[in-house]
């Protein structure tokens, strides 16, 4: 995780990383380091005259779960989807891997995606839409690949029901199989919490946990700050299309923490986008 | 990791067709709503003509074109609705197919819809308007496969353009149909002239211009599509 935000410094140094930490994990890279998990250097994307994203930097290293913090409309989403080659930016350039998702279907094939919407077909079985998509990744043996993917996400009982027959939890866990039965090393996820019960939940978060130990990168969005320390390795808050904060979660008091994002968020919601009193790196 | 290969433009293709075949199969909503049509558009074009003015055999070709063009938007409508509706298209956007391999998928999907459709509309035609069978009717469903190529070639574009539009139902149709009409010149003349017995190589350069039109649509769609995709 790059939190120096200053690229042109990480640029000129051949460091690995800097001696003294005056900045929490102020991490430079060689040209020889292997390329980031994922690169957002200096992205903006506007919609019409609204700009959701705005000059974000943002460098997650393999391994990293970086959890994205934010009130309604900061840009989180819109970020996410920049990452996921799903929209362009309007300024700026944003790599997975090194790469453009865009353009380089490889890359893709390590790249998974869950929505806040299931991204599933309702007529199809649980076990189809799984199938479908090991199929897509090239999964060999994808119909052994689906229902281990659904075990796993404690839905195997139900893997011949159509999706539209399930509650909004279960699709929830069909949607997390889908997203994971190719055994990404890059997940991106936008609410995966929504809608999951106990069960779900916890089905989630040891997947999320197995990945990582796995050396899986994540991007966590997610309005539940309690949700996301305890899967994040790192912590950024976003508000009004900015990154206003960066924390090591090792670093933080999650109670703080919390209380200090609250403030952030009411700041920014009296003030309109921005925080009227940004709060200072607390690490 | 599990080493992964996946598909060719091709292969990816004939997935996401099965696919949405798959889901047609299962909820036939677009297909018995594209059947009822031709089937109700048939007997009312046989009821509303003056049968003493123009005779039933004379009035099929012409039928036959109008019920094709208004069931192909009705199964193209579907098309990339059932992507819209839980954002199915970003899963295919974020796996490794290509995006033309996706446009192929859709309009596989799409013309073995159509040519479903057809396959009951075919004999229905020839029964409520006297048309002859065998050589004459063969020749003819040859013609509108042709054509039904064409207008999935255009229509699966203009579906994907459509449908992340407030009115989709409408744009559809209004961007389509345009295209639409040298098919449906080409092919309403060629099938006119083979009903009425004339020689084949009579309706030749009308199946080289739909020929033509097939194979300039496929390619320049394909090659468009990717851009459709982008908000």
Not at chain 1, 40 to 45: I, Y
Not at chain 1, 66 to 93: E, H, M, S, W
Not at chain 1, 126 to 152: I, M, Q, S, T
């Amino acid at each position: 995780m790059d939190w120096s935000g200053n690229r042109g410094a990480r640029q000129r140094n051949s460091m690995k990383r800097t001696g003294p930490r005056t900045e929490p994990n102020a991490y430079l890279w060689t040209m020889s380091s292997p390329p980031p998990a994922v690169e957002v250097s200096g992205a903006s994307r506007s919609f019409g005259r609204r700009r959701a994203v705005d000059s974000v930097d943002l460098t997650v290293r393999s391994g990293d779960c970086v959890a994205l913090f934010g009130p309604n409309g900061a840009g989180k989403t819109t970020l996410l989807r920049l990452i996921a080659g799903l929209i362009k930016p309007t300024k700026g350039t944003v790599r997975v891997g090194g790469h453009s998702l865009r353009d380089d279907a490889a890359m893709r094939a390590r790249v998974g995606l869950i929505s806040h919407q299931s991204m599933l077909y309702g007529a199809l079985t649980a076990r189809e839409n799984v199938e479908f998509a090991a199929k897509l990744y090239g999964v060999p043996r994808p119909r052994e690949a689906a229902l281990r993917a659904l075990e796993r996400m404690q839905i195997a009982e139900r893997a011949g029901a159509p999706v539209k027959s399930l509650s909004r939890g279960l699709q929830q866990r069909v949607s997390i199989a889908r997203a994971v039965v190719h055994e990404p090393s890059v997940v991106l996820l936008d609410e995966p919490y929504t809608g999951l019960d106990t069960i779900g939940g916890g089905a989630l978060t040891d997947m999320l946990m197995l990945l990582r130990s796995e050396g899986a990168s994540l991007v966590l969005v997610t309005h539940n700050v309690d949700e996301g320390l305890a899967v994040a390795s790192h912590a950024v808050v976003m508000i009004g299309g900015r990154i206003e904060r960066r924390d090591d979660v090792a670093d933080l008091d999650p109670r703080a923490y919390l209380a200090d994002y609250r403030a952030l968020a009411s700041n920014a919601d009296r003030s309109g986008r921005r925080p009227a009193n940004p709060v200072s790196v607390s690490a | 990791m599990n080493e992964l290969r996946p598909p060719g433009t091709l292969g990816a293709a004939l997935l996401v067709a099965r696919k949405d075949l798959a889901i047609e199969f299962r909820t036939r909503t677009a297909f018995l709503s594209a059947l009822v049509f031709a089937v109700l558009a048939l007997c009312i074009f046989y009821f509303a003509w003056d049968g003493s003015i123009v005779s039933p055999t004379e009035l099929a070709p012409g039928v036959l074109w109008v019920v094709l063009a208004f069931s192909a938007l009705l199964g193209l409508q579907r098309s990339f609705g059932i992507e819209e509706h839980d954002r199915g298209i970003d899963a295919l956007l974020v796996s490794p197919v290509s995006r033309e391999s996706i446009y192929v998928g859709k309009a596989i999907g799409n013309f073995v819809f159509l040519c479903a459709i057809q396959v009951v509309t075919m004999p229905a035609l020839a029964l409520f308007y006297n048309v002859r069978g065998g050589r004459p009717l063969l020749l003819v469903a040859g013609i509108v496969l042709l054509a039904v190529l064409g207008i999935v070639a255009v229509g699966t574009l203009f579906s994907a353009m459509a449908v992340n539009t407030r009115m989709a139902e409408l744009l559809l149709p209004m961007l389509s149909l345009p295209f639409f009409v040298p098919v449906l010149m080409s092919g309403a003349q060629a099938a006119t002239r083979v009903l009425q017995g004339r020689p084949v190589a009579e309706v030749a350069p009308l199946l080289k211009l739909l020929v033509a039109f097939d194979i300039v649509f496929l390619f320049a769609c394909t090659v468009a599509f990717p851009y459709t995709l982008d908000e």
